[in-house]
């Protein structure tokens, strides 16, 4: 068995791959107070280890740690430097895309695969909801060419941006509003301000990418713990630019650990780098 971790920046996922197989089984949460006692958590003993981590390094040394003494397995630490047979990065130094955003889009790459609408030239939007939110874009390729990764955004995702707004005022608090048009109450005033701006960030990617497509729309993914504080809202601001641009309505797709699907592309790819 192969253990696929992606360690985040407030929690861990993790994943089983069996032998054999090119996709991943469903992913647990996994708190970093637990990271100890990791092997008394699993139900397997796994052969390889594959993980990303964005949480820093005494995550990481935790998890080496634990992974050693359970096993006596170190992980194979991914990051932008694999898979650039896959997909193509534009960054000067690719170590300084961030791991979790890079095996996010490879592992969007085997999710379109089967994709009428990318084969047919689309492009795709990734966007995750998390501590940070992140809206990156890939293209497919033509012909024999790979498909490109153009580049994205980075922004304080919806938890930060509310506790943003209450550590750093004097009057304004930290509490779950509701997203309305013109909002009458505070806590309605910036439960709608976040979600405007999680969604104008996302919507300015997806008319930049059609542009860059020649009027092709893209598709539109999904993922992070933020998502269902600012779906609606995000839905709404996407319908309604389809709308206008006599498009077919095409709601996101939520994806359930894109970088444990990009770890597991990864493992039945050539093209990994890393030890």
């Known amino acids: 068995m192969k253990l696929l971790i992606d360690a985040g920046n407030t929690r861990a996922k993790i994943a089983w791959m069996a032998p054999g197989e090119s996709t991943r089984h469903p992913a647990t949460v996994l708190d970093y107070a637990r990271l100890p006692e990791l092997a008394a958590h699993l ?30 397995l170190t992980i194979r630490w991914c990051d932008a430097r694999d898979g650039q047979s896959l997909l193509d990065n534009p960054y000067a130094d690719p170590t300084r895309l961030g791991a979790d955003r890079w095996l996010g889009l490879l592992g969007l790459l085997r999710t379109l695969s089967a994709d009428s609408g990318w084969n047919a030239g689309h492009p795709a939007l990734l966007a995750s909801f998390g501590t940070a939110t992140t809206i990156d874009t890939i293209m497919p390729g033509a012909g024999p060419a790979r498909p490109a990764f153009l580049g994205g955004l980075i922004l304080p995702g919806p938890s930060l941006m509310a506790h943003s707004l209450a550590h750093g005022t004097a009057q304004l608090p930290l509490g779950a509003g509701r997203c309305t048009d ?69 709601p996101p797709q939520r994806l359930d650990g894109p970088v444990l699907d990009g770890l597991a592309f990864l493992s039945t790819s050539p093209g990994l780098q890393t030890a």
Do not use: Y
């Not at 405007?196 to 300015?204: D, I, P, S």
């Not at 020649?214 to 309604?240: D, K, N, T, Y």
């Open 43 to 72: 139900a397997h003993r796994p052969q390889d280890i594959l993980g990303s981590n964005v949480a820093g390094p005494h995550v990481r040394q935790q998890l080496d740690l634990a992974c050693q003494t359970a096993w006596g």
């Open 182 to 250: 013109f909002p009458q109450d505070t806590q309605d005033a910036i439960a709608s301000g976040i979600a405007a701006a999680q969604a104008g960030a996302l919507l300015r990617q997806w008319r930049l990418a059609r542009q860059r497509a020649q009027g092709r729309a893209p598709l539109v993914f999904v993922c992070g713990g933020g998502w269902p504080g600012i779906s609606a809202a995000i839905l709404e601001e996407l319908a309604q630019a389809q709308d206008a641009l006599q498009l077919p309505r095409t």
